[in-house]
């Protein structure tokens, strides 16, 4: 149970967040990656629009079969997987909790300390919950991540729960 996370306070919802799961989610980022590269707000339905696109102009290139090269792009996506470190957008979890109206900050409870920021900020975090392949269990279960980058050498770590004042 050390690695189950509570979202809980001034919210509707107290939500528990289990960082071992996160690794098939879709949201996922890669944090090599993630704070160098600059991020524009993303259209959903552009993006679809895209990815489809891409697939439709693959399959009238090279056919509807399956040539070597789609499993050799799954063989390095499942490497990836297994060497890389990944984190998760914080935002969604928050919109689910649903935090009272009267909410205004977030408070990071750690073994040894506690963070208090605002809710604004709270929505850019990334929580990281992988390192090279491996769930952060040494001094995890997440590591907390400004969304700019600011403490990415030195994250908060040792989270234990999440409180919205």
Known sequence: ???ILILSGQVKYTITLDPTVWIFDDRK????TYFSTTSTPSNDLEEYTKSISKHWD?????????PPTLKTEKK???EKVLTGSFGIP???FLENAEP????????IKTTASEHEISLDRAKELILGFSEVGKPLSKDGPVHV???????QQHPIKN???FIIK
């Open 159 to 161: 989270v234990r729960e």
């Open 90 to 92: 914080f935002e969604p």
């Open 1 to 3: 149970m050390e690695n």
């Open 76 to 78: 390095f996506e499942k």
């Open 58 to 66: 693959r399959e009238i290139i090279e056919g509807a079969v399956y």
């Open 100 to 107: 009272k109206d009267n909410a205004t900050t977030l408070i």
């Open 29 to 32: 980022v890669d944090l090599t």
């Open 145 to 151: 991540y400004f969304g700019d980058g600011s403490n």
